[in-house]
């Protein structure tokens, strides 16, 4: 059974479903009826009125936002172990034309008020400094853990005292939501946040995820992003299939039941080895300390993940493991011990 | 009945049921079976050993090509009606980091390798002119021409002397194959072509077409096209799906039967008005003389296309319309008369 | 002696005597007396608050102001033979990050609103287009021809109606100016402009020219004007010596006496051939027939020129060229008869 | 007296009478005498045959020399206080379209190989992480250390074992060469360096640096050099008077004569306040121990400098300064005791 990631599991059949009732005929790029229908739908999730653009990958979406937000001579605070600063190939630098990621610490991939305040306070306000322009979080974090609405609003207030803008990578944005059971205006834009990268390829969906915008320039910043959609290749002439995805999943909720199941499946690992946790399971990512010949032991029995690191591993659970499907996980990792 | 593009239409069966058929979990990006089966497919389809990277978009692949062959300071020989230079929001310059097009005039959207040997003899050989370092051309045509393997080859001879990468932009490739039955390989490496963007939306496919590179430096070139394709954010988590739906398409010739399919519909209209003809019909585009009068006679019937400038329309088939589908069509044009 | 070009000529006596005096220490960068007192000298000479940044090159000027006035997904209209689209080396599509010069056609390097508003017309307000953003106009022009107050005026109008912003490239304002004898801020502020390159180097200076920024958004542009001086590496640590050059020609008038030597230098010899003139001399360029064989007789006499190209050729006077200095010139042309 | 930087003083007396001497007409750009000089003067400085360009900063030549060592989507290791990360306002990254600067620490502002090894192994090998592909060195450093040839050499193994390119910033590469007492080449390219941006302002100079590349691949680099330039707008038109200030430097041994001067000076500050010492002084720069109350009593008296950071300041001293000119310095550090 597969931990490796929940970006590689098959579609949801209603996502499935979806793509084979827009199969056919409509006006082409985003001109068609589920293209259309993709601002009211965010606007309903999040109760107010928003901009969302479908993009292939959370890397464009994350790369356009921040194209938005931040000039080429610009700057990102992002934490250090951020996807934009190390799995996206440099597309940051390549969308916003070679700003600045600006990495810092932080426990769990996560960033305090502080750490931010102390990296903005050294850097002088002359032609020679890159200016810092633009904030990015990712909840979940790439360690699984999760920032609450006040945590986000912190952060969302030292964004708007120093003008910079506040995007959050939400690939796991679901996950987010379904653990603290928040409505995800709380998590967004009443915490500040200007542009959020909503996943869905790892809830579900086949390709695609929706780049929502908040706010009072919401629409200049959608404007101009479906500009940067074009010029990036990413404008697919069948948008509809894309959007068609992106709704099945918002609507009616299926987004959050994945969410919820695939922090099911991670909690009831989670209880089996409480001791082994280097951190706190918060949504769908557990990192485990297991030595190789523990490793190798759980593989022989089939199950597959990554190590991460000497004398650790990360397992991933996703929306279609229900409890009952981990539990010969749970058993075997619970019949390792405390290590 | 829908004439107005061919990059709107449904997906061929066989498509859809390659998505279904890949929707299980598999090695995430490029790392499942199907992507991995890209290479070899299109290596037998041409006949000698090349490289094929899928990527979301005809204009991610021309884009990506560019940039392969073209360095930020360079530029690119293009038609002034080529959809690199008037239909991709300037994703040319973005990918290419400012690398300039060179429009060129010439019937029907058609280069000459005399129109680029003029044009290559006024650019002086200093920093202060751009240098040209590609040439790109589009088969078949934006107005529905296909270049045969001996023009290719003139401008392929034409590059190979002054060291300009050679791209075509084969969004409607089945179409002009199709047209000439004649081997890919004749149209495309042999007749000096560096790299192709093999066009699949457009012929039944959902999102993808395939970025194919020829010759000595085809894995020097896909090296870096890989390190293209993530940072503009086109490397999808799930790229089986869009390897399975080109495969779909490669296999076993489907792809040139709808590109046949589309070709023959398109006669069949051309047919029946040979005296409204603004250009050969050669692939699936018709470009009609037709008053404004007369549109709306056609449209009354429930025809749909788009005017084309004043006096003209434009009408594309697609590989889902038989000939006895489009008769009503060609009836109702020929009712019209010469005109 | 030489007509090859006004760019290599020495320096004012005036100009190299104000680098001699600024050579003490004083703050780095721009935080100079002499770098404080460009916006003073220019609001002086402009009859308005203008911001005046030094900068090494009139392509850095060129180019810095054409990425304040388009984002890189956007258009530029300029001339065809425009130094911006035929001798930068693509430094325009480098800051602004691949936007699109546009070129347009016109006798003398000259643009009429007639052929921009037909250019404008034919482009669609979509994201499949490249929208255009700014136009740029050269004065005087590349083949020595001046713009009129009117004509800028009626430019600027048209750029105002379209959202445009608007450059001119003054490499040559000065002869531009001398030849009209009007305000300079007729044909720049008060017919619409919103920022020109100010040409020193070409009119006594060594190396700098001023960017000036003019109007409601100067004061912003100018902000994001310096930062991409510094980012393009053009923030030189002794700036003094730069603004001491730009000042020594803008205080008293010395810049507008040079221009009025070199126009008067350039009357002189079109006098002497009017029948061979292939455009109106109105700046300190001509354009003369001339075949190989009188060509090569002028040569003989020691006299320096470029060919341009069959049967022309190109005489560029300077400032340090007295109406004595090029009589033994007009008396060699005139010998030649009218061809 | 000013110790504040060695980048605003006044021009060595020879560096002046060398731009007079420049003062008549030539070839414009790089087209005339002093320009075609660079070359040969730069071989037999180094020793062996290298390819010299000017330019105008010393951000300039470090980001032409990254942008010829780092493809766009490649990295480049660099120490977190260099400045090209901190100082240059994001020039490294538009230059390079991109490209991440990848910093690490090291005390004094110096990398060991050790540091940069490390670094290395955290990357993997795919797409999915940017790949380095150059490093680049202070020599001189930011807080004015020197690496030996032996400690350069051992980076530069570093660097050929992993392909990356070799760049050093000798924005203070005098003041190194005068502490070592070394030849250029054993600092350089015996030391595996592939291009040197060779300081001339800090030294004597107005405007200018020299861009020195070294090896087989000297002249592809530098013909793509001259490409970036240009397109940067770093190709004044008036060469001859920046090529004439370097020449001037380097011909019989000024630059060398200057970086001694400088470094005799800080010596004769750093011998009177041992214990108060931040950083051992190799070079021309000294960082104090100084509180508030001592740096007042300091500026009181009239020496002028910068605090860095709380209980710190940096003096600099620069070419122009004798030993007997900084001795009343000297004596007022000694009589401020060890604090």
């Not at 207030?157 to 506040?166: E, I, K, V, Y």
Request: charged letters at 20%.
């Amino acid at each position: 059974m597969r931990f490796l990631s929940d970006n590689a599991t098959p579609l949801h059949p209603r996502v499935l479903a979806a793509i084979a009732a827009a199969d056919h005929a409509d006006a082409p790029y985003d001109g068609d009826v589920w293209s259309g229908r993709m601002d009211a739908a965010f606007s309903a999730l999040f109760e107010t009125q928003v901009r969302a653009l479908w993009v292939s990958t959370g890397t464009a979406a994350n790369s356009i936002a921040l194209a938005a937000l931040c000039p080429p001579y610009g700057g990102v605070l992002c934490h250090e172990d951020a996807h934009v600063e190390v799995d996206e190939g440099g597309a940051p630098g390549f969308f916003t034309h070679g700003a600045k990621l600006m990495p810092l610490p932080g426990p769990g991939a996560k960033l305090s008020p502080e750490t931010m305040a102390a990296r903005l306070a050294t850097i002088r306000d002359d032609v020679h400094q890159v200016p810092p322009r633009a904030i990015t979080i990712t909840n979940a974090t790439e360690y699984g853990l999760v920032y609450t609405p006040d945590e986000v609003a912190a952060l969302g207030d030292l964004a708007r005292r120093h003008g910079l803008g506040f995007h959050m990578d939400g690939a796991r944005f679901a996950n987010a939501v379904a653990h603290l059971d928040c409505a995800p205006a709380d998590l967004t834009w009443r915490a500040g946040v200007d542009a959020l990268s909503f996943g869905c390829v790892k809830n579900g969906g086949m390709a695609g995820e929706a780049l929502v915008l908040f706010g009072d320039q919401a629409n200049a910043r959608a404007a101009e992003s479906m500009r940067w959609r074009k010029r990036s290749g990413h404008l697919l002439s069948k948008g509809r299939y894309m959007a068609a995805q992106i709704l099945a999943l918002v609507d009616n909720g299926l987004w959050i039941a994945n969410g919820r199941a695939a922090n099911a499946a991670a909690q009831a690992l989670a209880t089996a080895i409480p001791g082994r946790l280097l951190h706190p399971v918060q949504a769908n990512e557990l990192f485990v300390r297991l030595n190789g010949d523990e490793a190798a032991r759980l593989r022989a029995q089939g199950f597959e993940f990554y190590d991460w690191g000497e004398g650790a591993a990360r397992l991933v659970t996703n929306w279609a493991q229900r409890v009952e499907d981990v539990a010969p996980l749970a058993a075997a990792l619970s019949a390792l011990g405390d290590g």
